[in-house]
Every structure is written in structure tokens, then in C-alpha cells.
């Protein structure tokens, strides 16, 4: 299995934010993107995540343990956002996506409790989700990349609002993932503490699409 | 599926959640319309029919628009969008569950909104039935607006704008069957199939349009 | 330090939740018994005397229907006055007691509007009237909906309760358009015949199982509300317990 | 329809609403005292409470 | 204050501002009736005025919720309510940019929408007149409810549901002013003169409430 | 001039966030509030500025030039959100609140044109505030703190999304406004670039008030 990108670009509005970005992970990989604020490194995962349609170019999983129409179909989106619900308990929200996801082919997702556990927060599982502090909300919601599987995982700031604890926390789990035979691409700020991983550095401001206009 | 209906359900009876809101807001209106057009029984019982369908028609809209707009601000929409599930279903689903959520307690609250507005039995009898069948159809319609309006910071009266013109046939064979079967010639069945076609009609159109709006509007 | 008058110390016990709950759970059984005992007179009392020449039997809905508009009026009151009790002592409790009388009154009004109604279709031939007296019962209940609703929009107990508080306040107005609707509109409804300056016109017949009735319905009110007090009261030990438990957990794990 | 049916509905009506109130009080204070109980469970005390069991 | 006055109306006219909705909203349903209750042109006259006036009613105060979010959401609010200025002017000024922003073009829409309703010139001119005189009431009272709801996710419906009971007063004065004027023997005068009384009492008291629930839920 | 704080506590919900926090600050210097995430720097900030009530204690402004009830009279408060509307342009925002605010006795607020200036960024006035990236729009934010006197400023993480020639930028701000005989408070995580500043740490968690319940 291997994520292909070949060429790909994208706007924002009239304005190309990138251009021309090819690469390949095979797996058990993993891809750091970089570079300063406004770069677009949010919007290339958002077009390999299939939010946003590419302006040129391509992106897929190849040798895949089932065959994906969308690369979006075998990936977890970690956003900025944390998609899960205030009024509910953590538990409700973790069991709402395991029975939601489905699991992909060739893994399984381990249980609610075990996902949990792994992101060190046992216990609180019966409170609201809006209870939480922020840097509880976001372990939460990487105990939802972990209550299902899929083989690639698109993580945009992942670390934000963590400290330095749960950055040790999150380097296990993504080295556990990479380990499965899972992919991984990070956007970030921070070091994640990933060793001998890919970067790709972003420069941005590919130039303002003006010939159409 | 059923997790996402159950999901939903739970969201609604939470705190801040639309159930009871929708029904208050249907229960004000009828309450304030007597108001205007004076305490004459007979011609309560006259327009008590309109009223309703109205109200509820009004009710329904004006609590669509956070159908979409909590997933998203949540970041849940993006999930929803990405899945191999295709996203019609997600759409037909969610929609099911805000009826069950808003539109139903409407149709439950009308008969006793019918004995306040003088109507006799089978009038309240055929608009309760009129509303279960046509309230549906005015949240799959309804939906694709509240996609459109995903965006927009101020959804709430633009998603009634760009949905009642739509959603007046529905109310145009609600009412007419319901008057058909007060007045005795008019025939009770004709409206009331045309309004279960439309039902139909728009329980596919409405998610398809808005799975399109979704998709494109996703940034 | 020197030793509070007992007039405040009972006060401040009482501001204490901890010593209110202790307070509940001793009188509540009390409260439930009276109430049972009263409801057992009055029920017994409404069914024997005799029917009235005009009303014949249906007169015995008024053994049901004029308490529970009375405590309607009496729920309400009861939550203005928990609202100065928040706005203007801050009171912890009144808070507390102002959102659990809420579905209380309610529920109340509701059967007041329900044995109207019953009460209406014989007597005037219709269940219903836009007429002063009953449009104004139906405005309260829906603004104890609307006050309930908001209760529960809003997330933070505190701040909902002041937010509450002010409403609560303004739509007291309502409460003397009920009571002297009557008087400034000639209405359908019976005007005042026993709460009234002059003292009662109706016959000690009829007096007799209202009354009994009507003090076994404000029990009824007193016993739940202090019962869902009660709960309110450990709703929000809950949450408080809940913020702190997420506050302290794998903070350091 | 007779008086008396209107007189039994509406006892009937007084009588479901108050059981309505009353098992709303009953329920909801059973569902509060669970949820301290499991909160208990889970080490979750007031201080007040852990002081006294010391 | 002209500075506020002045920001809020600019605002109102931008894009996202809500002038246009409201009438929009306002034009759709008093359009919707008809297929409702029929088009009955003489009982359309009859209840002519009632329907421009709950109309309006809703419009103006389904738009008002957002009169302090916006406020709050980008962190004004905070700064006003810091000011030596008292908050309750500061609130009656935002109202009155308001009431010209969504109120106003809902009375110079109003005579329009009499004639879709077949009333005559005599009824047209009081509904536009009577109007004008109870709208800014609803701007004010309805103050106070989104001062309540300021901090609520789905504030809407659920302003509208706290102010309508307390809108009614009015509702009724206002139809009232407008059934004497096309009625012979009732004069037009006293229903008037009350709804102008009405409109200052809550010129009053709905400032002086949301400046209250203002300041209570500022966290 | 000096602000005074005695024995202030605050709650947030039930729980009391900090206790009994007395400081002085005379006329020409600044503070600077630190702690760990939810320690309360943002709490205390808002019950200085009069926007959450103090459970306990008092604050005041002694020896002002014009008498004031409430301390937040005499304050700017520059808090998370730049309360600046997206739809006007950067000259209406900015000529509102300067006619709003008016000046407080003892200074005068510089024109529009200069405070624009001041903040570097000359040349987009006329731009719809919301066209500006987060950055711009802290600076003009920033701005709006000099186009009317306040004797007070209160700031919270003012330097949150700036780079690093903004806050060399912000820094001389507050140096002038502490030359004029102002007073500055600040939460803040990072250096402000600030020398000779009082620090007011706040270790959080007070505890909970359950006492009550
Ligand atoms: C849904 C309809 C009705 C509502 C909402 C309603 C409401 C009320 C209220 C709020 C009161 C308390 C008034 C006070 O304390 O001054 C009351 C009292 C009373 N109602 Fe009704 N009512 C309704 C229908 C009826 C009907 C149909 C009858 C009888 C024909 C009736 C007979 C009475 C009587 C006799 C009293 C006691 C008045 C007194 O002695 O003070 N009501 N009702
Ligand atoms: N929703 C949007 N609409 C229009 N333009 C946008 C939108 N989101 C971002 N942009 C623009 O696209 C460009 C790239 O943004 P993007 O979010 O991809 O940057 P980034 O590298 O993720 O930055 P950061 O490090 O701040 O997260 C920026 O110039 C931004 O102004
Ligand atoms: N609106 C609110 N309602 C209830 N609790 C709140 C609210 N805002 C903050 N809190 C709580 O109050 C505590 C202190 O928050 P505060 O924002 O003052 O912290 P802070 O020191 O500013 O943190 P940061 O460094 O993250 O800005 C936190 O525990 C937080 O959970
Ligand atoms: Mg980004
Ligand atoms: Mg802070």
C-alpha cells in the first residue's frame, strides 16, 4: 500500500495557495508538513482528505487492502475542529463514531475503553464532552482515530493546545499506527517527536491566479 | 445509521436542544393569531386549518437551519462528508431524525391547537393527519436549504426565504385536502395522495440537493 | 467570634444546601402524609355533597379546577419571589427554587386549563373561548414553557438563573391580568366569589370541599417542590463534582 | 354526553398530571442519586464527604 | 451615540446585514396566507390587517436576536458595557438603529402587501400608520429577550417564544387602532393613543430590562 | 494616580477560581500577570475591567484626574476577540470607537491616521476589516487602545499571533503609554519585552466551592 500525490495544486477563492506537489509514502510512514503561517499546509490535507477538489493533479492509495473510489474513504481527518459533541458524554460521542466509521479493511479499531486508556484519560468517560479543558477535548478526539481503523491518518496541528506529557502520548500512538502499516501525515508548528520521518516544506503563496480575470 | 439516528435523538432532548423549542414556537404563534383577527369563533374555525399548517409549516423551517450548521461548526460534517457511506443516506437520516425531533411533536400538539381555534372534530382529525403527511415533506425540502445556508452566519430567516416558496405546494394540498374533507362535496382523497407524492417527491429531491450543497460548499 | 442572633442563624442554616436537604428529608414524609390524608377528605367531601341546581354534577370540577388556577397564580408568585431572592440576596437556593417550580406550575396550570376546558364544553358549549380569563391562563403556561426551555438552553445553572430571574420578573405582570381579567373585561368566566375583599358569596356547600381540596393542592405543591429542590440541589452537586473530577484528571497522568 | 363523564375526565386529567409530576420527582431524584453513586465509585467525592470518612 | 447609531445602520446595510431579510421574510409569509386560507378576496380584506400585523410581529422580532450575538460574538460587547455611558441609552440606541435598520422598511412595505390583501385605502393607511406606532414597542421589548438570550447557541425561537407573550398587548391595541378606523362606530383614537402609550412605557422598560440581563450575563 | 486591588477573589460556575490577590500599581508601570492555561490570568483581567462581578475584595483607581465609580471607566481592555466588526472598514471601525469611547481626563487619543501608523500598517485603512490576516487585525486592534486616552490598559495575551517585529512594535506601545503616566496590566504566556515590570503569578485552583452545594 502507498498514498501517490502527483502534481497537485489548489485555491483558496481566486488565489493558487500551492502548486505542483507530488510525493509518495509507502506505508508504515509517516510525512511532516512545514513552513510558516499561511503557507497552506491546512489546505493540502483538506484536498488529500477530499474537502476540498484539487485544482490539478491527483491523489490515491494504491495496493490498498480494499479498493477506495476516494482516498477520503481509508483516511482519518484530524481538523482543527475536534467533531465531537458538548451535550454528550465522551463515551456516547467515541461509541456514536465506532458504530458511524465502520472499520476499514485489513485492521480493527480497538474498543472504547482501550482508546481511552491509551490516551491516558480513564475514568472521565462518563462526563460531557464540553466539560473537558481543551487539551482533554483533543486527546479525546485522538481516541477516536483509535476506535476504528483506517490505514491513513491526516493530522492538522495535531499538538496544538497539548502539553508536554501528551506530546510523548501522541508520538507512541502514531509510531504504533505507523507500525500497524498505517500512513501518517502531520501538519505542524512543533516538533512531534517522530524520528527519521518525510518532511515537506511548504513555501507558499504560489501566485494569484489572475489570468483569468 | 442507526447510531447517527440515535445520535441526533439524544442531541435533541439534551440541553439546547430544538424539540421543545419547535412545538412552543408552533403553540405561540397559533396562541397570538386570535389576537389579531379577534375572538370570533366561527371565523377561527374557519381559517383554523390555515393557521395550523402556517404555524407548523413556520415552526419546521425556522428550526432547520442548525441541521447542518452544529456539524460543522463542530467539525463533524467533515467526517460525515468523507465516509464511504454515501452521503444521500446521511442526509435522508439526519432529516428523519429532525422530524422525529420537531416535526412529529408538531403533529402531536395540533389536535389540542385545533380545540383552541373552535375547529370540530374532523377538521382537527384530517389536519393532524394532513400535517403527519405533509411535514415530513417540508423538512427533506427544508434540508437542502439549511445546506445551502450552511455558511452563512445568519442561516435562520434566509433557510424559511429560500424554502417557503417550495414548500407552498405542500402547504397548498395540505390545507385543500383538509377543506375537503370539512365541506362535503370536495373529495378528501385526491390532495391528500397528491401530498403523499410529494412527500415522496421530496424525500428523495431534498437529500440529494442537499448532499450536492454540502459537498460544494465544503472548504 | 461573637454569636449570630437566631433569627439569622436559622437563615443561614437554611442557605446552607447541605442542611437543607437534611431539613427535606425529615419533613418530606410528613408533607406526603398530610397531603394524602387532606386529598382523602376532599375527594370524599367533593363526591357527597350534593350537585348544584344549575350546574348539576359538573360543579364537582370545580373541586379540582379552582385550586389548581389558584396554584397556578400561587407557582408563579412563589417564583417572583425566589427571582428578588436572586437578584436582589443572591440566595443560592432561590435560584433553586425558582427553576424547579417551574414545571410544577406548569403542570398545575395545565390542569387548570384541562378542567376548564372539561368544565367549558357543558356549560358554554365549547372548550374553548379567546376570552380574557382563559387567554391570559394560557399565556402563563406558555410562559412557564418558555421560562423551562430556557432553563435548559442554557448551560451554566448560575447564569441562567439570573438571566431567568429577569424574565420571570417581567412577565409577572401577567398574574393580576388573570386575577382581575374578570373585573376589567366582561368575560365568559365566573367573576371572584371567594377570594374577594368582601369575603366569600359562594354557599359553605360548595366552600366547604374547596377549601380542603385547595389546602390539599398547595401541600401537593409545597411537598413537590421541595422534593424537586431537591433534586436541583444535587443536579448541581453533580456538575460540580463532574468539573471537578475533568479538572483534576490527566492533567497529570 | 353526560355531565358525569365530563366530571371523571376531568378527575382523571387532575389526577395523570399530578402522578406525572410526582414520578418526574421520583425518577429524576433516582437518576441524580446514580449518577453521585457512580461518581462516588469512580473516586469522585465532595470534600466534605472524604474528610468525614478519614 | 450618533456613532453607534450611525455604525449600526452602515452595518445593517453591508452584506450579512439583516434590512433586507426581514422584509423579505415579512413578504413571504403575509404571501403565503392566501394559498392558506384561500383566496377568498373578502375574507382576505377581513383578516387583511391581522396577517400584516403578526407578520410584522414575527419579522421584526425573528431578526432580533442577533442584535447583541453579533455584539458579543466578536467582543464589542465587553467595551460597551465598560463605558461611562449608561447601558441603558447604549441599548435604546442600538434599538432605535434597529428599528430603522428591519422596523421601518417593514411599515413602508406594508401598504404594498395591503393591497395583495384587497383591503381598501382607509385600512391600508391605518395598518401603515399603526405600524409605524407599534413596531418600535416590539424593537424595545424585544430587546430585552435577546439581552436574555444573548449567550444561548440557538437563540432565535427561543427569543421569539420569551417576547411574543409579552408582544401581545400590542398586537391587540394595534389591530384594534385598526378595526375602528374601518368600522364605523368605534373611534380610531383611544386604541391609538394606548399604543403609543404602550410604545413608550416599553421604550423604558425594555432597555432598562436588557441592560440589566446584559450586565448579569457578561462572563 | 495609582490602582489599587484588595483582597480579590473570583468565581467562574461554582468554583472559585483565585483568593484573596492584592496588588498596587502606581502611576508609570506596568504588570504582568503569568500561570499555567486556566489559572485564572483572563478571570482576573475581566473582574478588573468590571465585566464578572468579584466575589470578593475591591479595585479601584486612587488619585485619578477625574473621579471614576468604576474602575473599567478608566480602562481599555484589548481581550482575546479584537472587537472589531469584519463588515466595516478599518477606518469606520476605527472612527467609531474613537468617537464612542471620547477621552478619558489627563491625555488625548491620537488621530486614526497616526495610531495606524504607530501599529505599522499604513496603506489598509480603507480595507474591510475582515480582508486582514489574524495578525493585522491584532495590530489593529492594537490601534484602537491610542485612539482614545485611557489611563488603564488592560491586555490579555496581546502578543497571541503576532511575529516577532509586532511585539517589538507592541512593546514600544506600552513603553510611551507608561512615559505618558499610564498604567498597563498583561496575561500573557510569552516575554512581552518589557523591563522592570512588577509579576503577579497565579498558581490556578483556588478549589472548588462546594462547600455550598
Ligand atoms: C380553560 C378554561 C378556564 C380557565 C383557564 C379558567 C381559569 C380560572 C382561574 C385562573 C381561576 C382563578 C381565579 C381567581 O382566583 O380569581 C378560576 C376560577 C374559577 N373558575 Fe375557571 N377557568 C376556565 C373555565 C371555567 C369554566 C368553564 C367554569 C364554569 C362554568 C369556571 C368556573 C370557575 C369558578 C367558579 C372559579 C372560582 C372563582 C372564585 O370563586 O374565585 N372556569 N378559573
Ligand atoms: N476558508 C478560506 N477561504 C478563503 N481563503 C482561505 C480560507 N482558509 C484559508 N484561506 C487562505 O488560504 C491561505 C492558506 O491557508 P492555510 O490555512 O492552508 O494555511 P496554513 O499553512 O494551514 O497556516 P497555519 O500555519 O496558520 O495553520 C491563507 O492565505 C489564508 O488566508
Ligand atoms: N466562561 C466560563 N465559564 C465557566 N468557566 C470558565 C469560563 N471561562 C473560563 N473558565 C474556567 O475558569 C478557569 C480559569 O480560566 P481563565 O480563562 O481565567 O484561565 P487563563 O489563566 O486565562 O488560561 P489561558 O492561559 O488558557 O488563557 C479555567 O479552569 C476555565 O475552565
Ligand atoms: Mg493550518
Ligand atoms: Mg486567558
Redesign the interface.
Known amino acids: 500500500m502507498r498514498l501517490v500525490a502527483e502534481g497537485l495544486s489548489a485555491k483558496r477563492g481566486e488565489d493558487l495557495i500551492f502548486q505542483d506537489i507530488s510525493f509518495e509514502i509507502p506505508r508504515g510512514e509517516a510525512l511532516v508538513v512545514k513552513g510558516p503561517n499561511g503557507s497552506g499546509k491546512s489546505t493540502l490535507l483538506r484536498v488529500l482528505a477530499g474537502l476540498l477538489p484539487a485544482e490539478t493533479g491527483t491523489a490515491k492509495l494504491v495496493a490498498a487492502a480494499q479498493p477506495v473510489e476516494r482516498l477520503g474513504e481509508a483516511c482519518h481527518y484530524l481538523g482543527h475542529r475536534n467533531a465531537m459533541k458538548r451535550e454528550l458524554t465522551v463515551d456516547e460521542n467515541l461509541v456514536f463514531w465506532k458504530a458511524f466509521f465502520g472499520d476499514f479493511s485489513g485492521g480493527a479499531g480497538i474498543s472504547v475503553d482501550e482508546a481511552v486508556e491509551s490516551v491516558g484519560l480513564r475514568g472521565i468517560v462518563h462526563l460531557p464532552f464540553g466539560y473537558l479543558s481543551a487539551g482533554q477535548q483533543r486527546r479525546m478526539a485522538m481516541a477516536k482515530l483509535l476506535v476504528a481503523w483506517r490505514p491513513v491518518w491526516i493530522l492538522d496541528e495535531p499538538t496544538a493546545a497539548l502539553d508536554a506529557s501528551a506530546e510523548a502520548m501522541f508520538a507512541g500512538l502514531v509510531t504504533t499506527h505507523l507500525a500497524r502499516g498505517g500512513i501518517a501525515i502531520a501538519a505542524t508548528h512543533q516538533p512531534l517527536g517522530l524520528e527519521g520521518v518525510r518532511e515537506l516544506r511548504m513555501t507558499g503563496f504560489a501566485g494569484v491566479g489572475e489570468a483569468v480575470w | 445509521m442507526i447510531a447517527l439516528l440515535a445520535r441526533d435523538l439524544k442531541l435533541s432532548v439534551r440541553a439546547g436542544g430544538g424539540a421543545l423549542i419547535g412545538v412552543l414556537f408552533f403553540m405561540t404563534v397559533v396562541a397570538v393569531i386570535p389576537f389579531g383577527v379577534g375572538p370570533d369563533l366561527n371565523l377561527l374555525s374557519r381559517i383554523g386549518p390555515a393557521i395550523l399548517w402556517i404555524g407548523a409549516l413556520l415552526a419546521s423551517l425556522l428550526g432547520l437551519d442548525r441541521l447542518f450548521q452544529a456539524e460543522r461548526e463542530d467539525g463533524s460534517l467533515d467526517l460525515l462528508l468523507m465516509q464511504e457511506t454515501p452521503l444521500v443516506l446521511t442526509v435522508f437520516v439526519k432529516c428523519v431524525a429532525h422530524w422525529v425531533a420537531t416535526g412529529l411533536p408538531l403533529v402531536i400538539a395540533s389536535p389540542l391547537l385545533g380545540l383552541f381555534m373552535n375547529m370540530d372534530e374532523v377538521a382537527i382529525g384530517a389536519t393532524t393527519l394532513t400535517l403527519l403527511a405533509g411535514t415530513p415533506a417540508i423538512t427533506f425540502i427544508g434540508a437542502a436549504g439549511a445546506a445551502i445556508a450552511v455558511a452563512l452566519p445568519r442561516g435562520g430567516l434566509l433557510v424559511s426565504i429560500l424554502v417557503l416558496p417550495l414548500a407552498i405546494p405542500v402547504l397548498i394540498f395540505g390545507v385543500s385536502a383538509v377543506y375537503a374533507a370539512i365541506q362535503d362535496p370536495a373529495p378528501f382523497l385526491p390532495p391528500f395522495l397528491i401530498l403523499i407524492a410529494i412527500n415522496l417527491f421530496f424525500a428523495v429531491l431534498g437529500p440529494v440537493a442537499a448532499a450536492a450543497a454540502l459537498r460544494l460548499s465544503s472548504d | 467570634m461573637s454569636e449570630p442572633s437566631l433569627a439569622i442563624r436559622k437563615f443561614s442554616d437554611l442557605a446552607?444546601?447541605?442542611r437543607f436537604l437534611a431539613l427535606v428529608a425529615t419533613v418530606w414524609p410528613w408533607l406526603a402524609g398530610l397531603t394524602l390524608c387532606l386529598f382523602a377528605v376532599g375527594l370524599y367531601l367533593s363526591f357527597t355533597t350534593v350537585g348544584d341546581y344549575q350546574q348539576?354534577?359538573?360543579v364537582?370540577?370545580m373541586y379540582?379546577?379552582v385550586p389548581?388556577a389558584w396554584l397556578s397564580m400561587m407557582c408563579y408568585t412563589v417564583m417572583a419571589l425566589s427571582a428578588l431572592g436572586t437578584l436582589v440576596w443572591r440566595h443560592?437556593l432561590a435560584d433553586v427554587s425558582a427553576k424547579a417550580a417551574a414545571?410544577?406550575g406548569a403542570?398545575f396550570t395545565?390542569?387548570a386549563l384541562?378542567?376548564g376546558?372539561?368544565?367549558g364544553?357543558?356549560m358554554w358549549g365549547?372548550?374553548?373561548?379567546?376570552?380574557a380569563r382563559l387567554?391570559s391562563v394560557?399565556?402563563l403556561f406558555?410562559?412557564y414553557?418558555?421560562l423551562?426551555?430556557?432553563n435548559?438552553?442554557?448551560?451554566?445553572?448560575?447564569?441562567a438563573a439570573?438571566?431567568?430571574a429577569?424574565?420571570i420578573l417581567?412577565?409577572f405582570v401577567?398574574i393580576p391580568i388573570i386575577k382581575f381579567s374578570v373585573e376589567w373585561w366582561n368575560t365568559l368566566h365566573q367573576p371572584a366569589s371567594v377570594i374577594r375583599m368582601d369575603g366569600p358569596t359562594i354557599s359553605g356547600e360548595f366552600l366547604r370541599p374547596l377549601l380542603v381540596m385547595a389546602v390539599a393542592f398547595t401541600l401537593?405543591f409545597f411537598t413537590?417542590h421541595i422534593?424537586?429542590m431537591?433534586?436541583e440541589?444535587?443536579?448541581?452537586?453533580?456538575?460540580?463534582?463532574?468539573?471537578?473530577?475533568?479538572?483534576s484528571?490527566?492533567?497529570a497522568? | 354526553m353526560s355531565h358525569l363523564f365530563y366530571v371523571t375526565v376531568s378527575y382523571i386529567a387532575a389526577f395523570s398530571v399530578s402522578m406525572g409530576l410526582v414520578l418526574w420527582v421520583w425518577l429524576d431524584h433516582r437518576g441524580r442519586h446514580r449518577e453521585l453513586e457512580r461518581l462516588e465509585a469512580a473516586g469522585v467525592r465532595r470534600r466534605s464527604a472524604r474528610e468525614e470518612t478519614r
Open positions: 446552607n444546601p447541605t348539576g354534577e359538573t364537582r370540577i379540582v379546577h389548581a443560592p414545571p410544577i403542570c395545565l390542569v384541562i378542567t376546558s372539561l368544565w364544553k357543558p365549547t372548550w374553548w373561548v379567546w376570552d387567554t394560557f399565556v406558555l410562559m414553557l418558555g423551562i426551555a430556557l435548559r438552553a442554557m448551560d451554566e445553572p448560575t447564569r439570573k438571566v431567568s429577569v424574565l417581567v412577565g401577567n401537593l413537590l422534593l424537586a431537591r433534586n440541589i444535587l443536579r448541581r452537586r453533580i456538575a460540580v463534582l463532574r468539573r471537578h473530577a475533568a479538572r484528571a490527566g492533567g497522568a
